[in-house]
């Protein structure tokens, strides 16, 4: 194949890409075998962690974050929250995801988010197999 057909094939394939990104149609809630997140209320926090989720978070910004389940805690120099939420995009059309946060608050009862880790669905599809 000569480098001028091979440079518009591939051209031609991130084109494609591109335009089945900025319409969502390669979003996975409509791939046959994708997983869709269902609505889901928010969970009853402490009030300390329901004042920085309402406080933005301690100033994180691109995605907004919704709790839906405070799954655990854990005692070290202070106290772990992990909270499950549901992460969305701050932009138009954006897909939510499922995150665990965990959010450390010291001895003095600071907050700050120490991970943030998105959860992949698509690890629990099964084969067609």
């Known amino acids: 194949m000569n480098k001028k057909r091979f440079l518009g094939l591939m051209l031609a394939c991130l084109l494609c890409v591109s335009l089945i990104s900025a319409t969502g149609a390669a979003s996975a809630e409509k791939l046959m075998g994708g997983w869709a997140l269902q609505e889901m209320p928010n969970?009853?926090?402490?009030?300390?962690?329901?004042?920085?989720?309402?406080?933005?978070?301690?100033?994180?910004?691109?995605?907004?974050?919704?709790?839906?389940?405070?799954?655990?805690?854990?005692?070290?120099?202070?106290?772990n929250h992990m909270i499950l939420c549901v992460g969305t995009p701050v932009v138009p059309d954006a897909t939510g995801f499922l995150a665990a946060l965990t959010i450390y608050e010291d001895l003095e009862g600071n907050l700050t988010i120490t991970s943030i880790k998105e959860i992949d669905l698509t690890a629990f599809m099964e084969d067609a197999t």
């Open 43 to 79: 969970c009853d926090l402490p009030e300390n962690l329901q004042a920085f989720f309402d406080g933005g978070l301690g100033g994180l910004m691109g995605v907004s974050y919704q709790p839906v389940l405070y799954m655990a805690t854990q005692v070290v120099a202070g106290l």
